[in-house]
């Protein structure tokens, strides 16, 4: 006779083989003995009968934050059966293998798995998702999916406010770019080349003389960023004094006085 896990299967012969038909009532892992009971010294074997979903699919959606900075790609294993799907997804994006672990959801027929990317390169990104399968699930691919990756806006800033003569003068660089080259002008003249710091810097423009002055930053395109530019400008002033003298006499002191803003 046979037994699935408890269950008794009858068998037939040919006097040589033994058969037996056996109907699983689920999805699941089943284990399927042997019993040959006309012998004294029984022998049994075992061996393990897998019944898996047939209908397994993969649906996948790709999101982009922050201009392509990141990017989610969502795998969701859909099954029809009586079994949650287990197991890993693996994604091969222009022909590297990442593997994203099956999330255990309330929902029994919707499973997801999740890659998150980052700081990828501009370009177009082929993906196929591969999901390997468990005991009670095939496996199934998706590649029909696929995602561009532009470059991202660097978006630079110049502030400058006005100074007193005297003083020194600070242009306040900012750009939505974490890094990069920024090339700044004053009146037209080249004057500094940094690079930025976690989006920011903030250049000496030293003591200048009094008057109005423009400056201009420009931002280099780079391999994540497209280049940008602004202006602004500002001016360096001096106080307004007012000087007045007392009347006085020959030989006698006078009084000077200066009446600042």
């Known amino acids: 006779k046979f037994l699935a896990n408890t269950t008794v299967i009858?068998?037939?012969?040919?006097?040589?083989?033994?058969?037996?038909?056996?109907?699983?009532?689920?999805q699941g892992v089943y284990i399927i003995s042997a019993d040959n009971l006309g012998l004294n010294a029984n022998t049994i074997e075992t061996g393990v009968l897998k019944v898996k979903e047939p209908n397994t699919s993969l649906e996948v959606n790709i999101t982009q934050e922050k201009q392509g900075e990141i990017v989610v790609i969502k795998a969701t294993v859909k099954v029809n059966g009586q079994a949650k799907a287990t197991g890993n997804v693996t994604f091969t994006i222009n022909g590297h293998q990442y593997h994203a672990?099956?999330?255990?959801t309330t929902d029994l027929n919707n499973q997801i798995a999740v890659l998150r990317l980052s700081n990828l390169t501009p370009d177009t990104y082929f993906v196929t998702a591969t999901y390997n399968g468990d005991d009670t699930h095939f496996g199934c691919v998706n590649d029909t999916e696929l995602f561009i990756v532009n470059k991202r806006d660097s978006n630079v800033t110049v502030v400058v406010d006005n100074v007193v003569y005297g003083n020194n003068a600070t242009a306040v660089i900012s750009s939505t770019a974490s890094n990069g080259t920024v090339t700044i002008y004053v009146n037209g003249k080249k004057e500094a080349v940094v690079e930025l710091v976690n989006g920011k810097y903030n250049y000496d423009l030293g003591k200048l003389d009094s008057g109005n002055y423009t400056v201009t930053v420009l931002y280099a395109d780079n391999t994540y960023y497209t280049a940008s530019d602004n202006t602004t400008t500002f001016e360096v002033y001096k106080y307004d004094m007012d000087v007045s003298v007392s009347e006085t006499q020959f030989n006698q002191s006078a009084t000077i006085t200066v009446t600042l803003p």
């Open 101 to 104: 672990t099956i999330i255990n």
């Open 10 to 26: 009858d068998s037939t012969n040919d006097n040589k083989n033994h058969y037996g038909t056996y109907a699983s009532p689920a």
